[in-house]
């Protein structure tokens, strides 16, 4: 098993058993209600990272954690506007994939009050089970099981890869 930040370093990764649906990479909104974790870049790789909680986005019926790196990056943006407090979710409320000449680029918008912009050569986007997630996302209890809500999916969460696909 693997780490979700290893995923992050890999050039190849095994394909998974399926294609990753709905596909943010080209559809409209595929991330809608998932909530943005963490986001790491690294200067000397030229990549960024993204993590998303996947139990609140109504669209996924698998996965309990997703993972969008971008190779290759040439721009980001963020605008948090006034910013948000220290332990606010945030949660997506838009999400447009697209290309700008030969470079695949995303767009976010975040509530609260957050967008984001990615531009980069390539984008991988995982959908991930992560070991210890639980069923249930901290901060909700509607349809909370036996088994307890578990912990946050994190950069070092074990994981396997459900879904994946691949632009650029």
Do not use: K
Not at 72 to 80: H, K, N, T
Not at 90 to 119: I, Q
Not at 151 to 167: F, I, Y
Request: glycine letters at 12%; charged letters at 25%; a negative charge.
């Amino acid at each position: 098993m693997i780490s979700v930040i290893d995923l992050v370093g890999a050039g190849d990764v095994p394909p998974p058993p399926r294609t990753a649906e709905p596909d943010p990479l080209r559809e409209p909104d595929a991330l809608r209600e998932a909530q943005l974790l963490d986001c790491r870049v690294s200067p000397s790789d030229s990549t960024i990272a993204l993590l998303f909680e996947l139990r609140t986005a109504p669209r996924f019926d698998e996965g309990n954690a997703a993972l969008l790196v971008v190779r290759g990056l040439r721009s980001f943006g963020w605008d948090a506007g006034t910013g948000p407090g220290p332990s606010t979710a945030m949660t997506v409320l838009s999400g447009v994939p697209g290309r700008l000449d030969d470079l695949v680029r995303a767009e976010f918008s975040f509530h609260p009050e957050t967008r984001l912009e990615v531009l980069g050569e390539r984008a991988c986007f995982y959908v991930l089970d992560v070991e210890g997630a639980g069923g249930v996302p901290a901060g909700h209890s509607e349809g909370e099981t036996e088994h307890g809500r578990g912990l946050p999916p994190s950069w070092e969460s074990p994981c396997t890869v459900l879904q994946a696909s691949g632009a650029g």
